[in-house]
């Protein structure tokens, strides 16, 4: 019963996450969700922040070097016979200078900065997870219009037979009739090609199986309001200035460390003697003096890479705000190209095809001119969901300036 339970509560808590892979419909949403459960890079990167943490053990640690205990034994001869001498003792080296507390310090920095390179990985991982899956929509969208155009195309070519066979027009419409149908087969089974493509992409970004069944269910028409001010104030605090900022107290702490190593080390022990049959006991001191390694090379190295990276630190906080603004700026201008579009273009499509093809039907119009009216209306949807690709991934790309990822 114990075990049922516990079946039924991992059932409970997983198959959200289960179903829509193995349905094989992903939203967006869902997408993002598989890929930081999944994604071969967001899991490496998790890795290393475990390995990191292996330095902090070392470091918290009371004492770096081990006791040592050291022993002899031998036999003294002399006039009035032989004595066996022995020497023991057991002795313990300090640190001085703070260094242990400047390695701690310098570990739990490098787990800081583990973590903020993660988050960063997984930030990039999401960016490009949602580029591929908006391309696969935008793909998706393209082979509706393809597909209308390649029946568009078929009906054309029935209509110029038709009317070829009945003498109204002559063997040049329909074997112009026939190129247009060819072309939009041919533009439809590659634009299916770029869509296998793309998905396979997808999969190898969110670390599926070639087996596993994937589809992709949402819409390119969805705009988003964003405000600037809370953008560029979100990008301050974002992972890979993190990342920075943590290598920036890491290298200060290597550098209290290098001072620390100008100071000596003292050791401190006990030991026994026997000595021509005399029994001494002995206190032992040991001072390491620092003159000629005094720590120079990693206080120079260590203060050397603080100063850069605390520009480096400066200019990635000042470039900030200008991605963001750029990003936010071209966002705008690319929904409004979307707009333009929606209002002066597609509204008036259908209504000048039907109107060709029936003026063609009618003899009205020659099929050049139908053509024309055909390929203008294709290509605009084209371009339609081309605008809608690029508002999208000018969202995405707002959204990973400013670290929303």
Do not use: H, W
Not at 205 to 220: S, Y
Not at 232 to 238: E, F, G, I, S
Not at 248 to 268: T, Y
């Amino acid at each position: 019963m114990r075990i049922r339970a516990i079946v039924g509560i991992a059932v409970v808590l997983f198959l959200p996450l289960l179903c829509p892979a193995q349905q094989g419909s992903l939203s967006l949403e869902q997408a993002l969700d598989l890929a930081r459960q999944r994604a071969p890079v967001i899991l490496t990167a998790r890795d290393r922040i475990e390995e990191v943490r292996g330095r902090l053990l070392g470091a918290a640690m009371r004492f770096r070097d081990n006791p040592v205990i050291e022993g002899a034994a031998g036999q003294r001869s002399s006039e009035g016979g032989a004595t066996v001498d022995a020497d023991f003792s057991i002795s313990q080296t300090f640190e001085l200078g703070g260094r242990r507390t400047a390695r701690i310090a310098g570990a739990q920095a490098d787990i800081e900065r583990e973590t903020a390179s993660s988050e960063n990985a997984t930030r990039l991982l999401l960016r490009d997870v949602a580029a591929v899956f908006l391309s696969s929509l935008a793909v998706r969208e393209s082979l509706r219009s393809l597909e209308a155009a390649s029946t568009l195309a078929a009906d054309l070519l029935t209509v110029a037979e038709r009317r070829f066979q009945a003498g109204d027009v002559p063997i040049l419409d329909v074997n112009l009739a026939r190129i247009v149908a060819a072309r939009a087969r041919s533009e439809l089974l590659a634009t299916e090609a770029e869509q296998t493509s793309v998905l396979g992409d997808l999969r190898v970004l969110l670390g599926m199986t070639a087996t596993e069944p994937l589809a992709i269910r949402g819409e390119l028409q969805e705009s988003k309001q964003y405000d600037l001010d809370a953008l560029q104030a979100r990008a301050l605090d974002r992972a890979d200035l993190r990342a920075l900022a943590a290598e920036i107290r890491q290298a200060e702490a290597d550098l209290r460390l290098g001072r620390g190593l100008a100071k000596p080390e003292i050791g401190v022990g006990v030991g026994y003697e026997r000595e021509e049959g005399a029994n001494v006991a002995l206190g032992r001191l040991a001072i390491t003096l620092p003159v000629f390694s005094r720590g120079q090379e990693l206080r120079a190295t260590s203060m050397a890479r603080a100063t850069r990276l605390t520009r480096e630190l400066e200019f990635g906080r000042r470039a900030v705000t200008v991605e963001i603004r750029s990003a936010f700026d071209t966002y705008q201008r690319q929904i409004r190209a979307v707009e333009e579009l929606e209002r002066g273009a597609l509204p008036n499509l259908e209504e000048n095809r039907l109107l060709a093809q029936r003026s063609y039907e009618e003899g009205e119009i020659g099929i050049g001119d139908l053509l024309f009216f055909q390929r203008e209306g294709i290509e605009t949807q084209l371009l339609y969901v081309n605008r809608l690709l690029e508002a999208a991934l000018a969202g995405i790309e707002l959204d990973f300036r400013s670290g929303a990822f």
